[in-house]
């Protein structure tokens, strides 16, 4: 049994990860009431505390990243800024922080998302930071230390997100999230480094 973080758990992805994660201690974070720990990933100081307050973790999970809707030439800075902070440098910084805690042979799980590979209106920014996100695991794992392993899921839309999502998606197909849980399960219980491990139907 693991000890791992799961950042974002009360969320749609969150609660599809957590399907995954049923053999371990799951500790859940996340920035409003309901769990074990607040964290907001956008702030290096919130991020650094929640892993001091937890003190020993195998793995951390993470299922958050806000993304904003637009497109380009409509697309503030600071709809860009809180897409890039939130779901391309939270990420990294969870990561970046996260090595100065995390046990030996310990990995990070992050969160992308298909639109990078399969592109919908207004979807700019999600997209470009999913990529961003896919980019940077397959390049760090080269220089994480101490047998420390980081991939990222980049799943299709979830069918628990179709009624939400699925307007603005004609021709994707949703898959379960327990189908995404298990692309988290082998992340976080294989010995897999630096993939990206894509959900699609
Ligand atoms: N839903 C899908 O079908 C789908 C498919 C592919 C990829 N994704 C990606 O998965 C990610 C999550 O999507 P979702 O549908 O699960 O969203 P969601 O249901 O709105 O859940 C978001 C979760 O992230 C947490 N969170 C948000 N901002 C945070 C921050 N700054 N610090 C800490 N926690 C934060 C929220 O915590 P609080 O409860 O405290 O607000 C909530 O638990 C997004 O990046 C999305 O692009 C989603």
């Known amino acids: 049994m693991k000890t791992v973080i799961l950042i974002g758990a009360n969320g749609t992805m969150g609660k599809a990860a957590l399907t995954g994660l049923g053999k371990h201690k799951v500790i859940t974070a996340g920035r409003s009431k309901g769990y074990d720990f607040n964290v907001d990933l956008t702030d290096e100081n919130s991020i650094a505390e929640l892993y001091k307050a937890v003190g020993e973790f195998d793995a951390v999970v ?5 993304c904003k809707y637009a497109n380009l030439k409509d697309m503030t800075t600071e709809q860009w800024s809180t897409t890039v902070n939130s779901k391309m440098m939270g990420q990294i910084n969870l990561v970046k922080i996260g090595l100065d805690y995390i046990k030996d042979n310990g990995s990070f799980t992050l969160i ?12 700019i920014a999600d997209a470009t930071t999913s990529g961003a996100i896919d980019t940077f695991v397959q390049c760090v794992a ?3 230390p101490r047998g420390i392993r980081i991939n990222s899921v980049n799943p299709t839309v979830l069918e628990e997100a179709w009624e939400v999502y699925g307007e603005m998606m004609p021709g994707f ?14 992340s976080v219980d294989g ?8 959900v699609d139907a």
């Open 191 to 198: 010995f897999i480094t630096g993939q990206v491990l894509v």
């Open 142 to 144: 080269h220089e994480l």
């Open 62 to 66: 993470n299922t958050a990243g806000m």
């Open 173 to 186: 197909q949703p898959v379960p999230g327990a189908l995404v849980g298990k692309a988290f399960e082998r």
């Open 112 to 123: 992308t998302g298909i639109l990078n590979k399969k592109p919908i209106p207004t979807a």
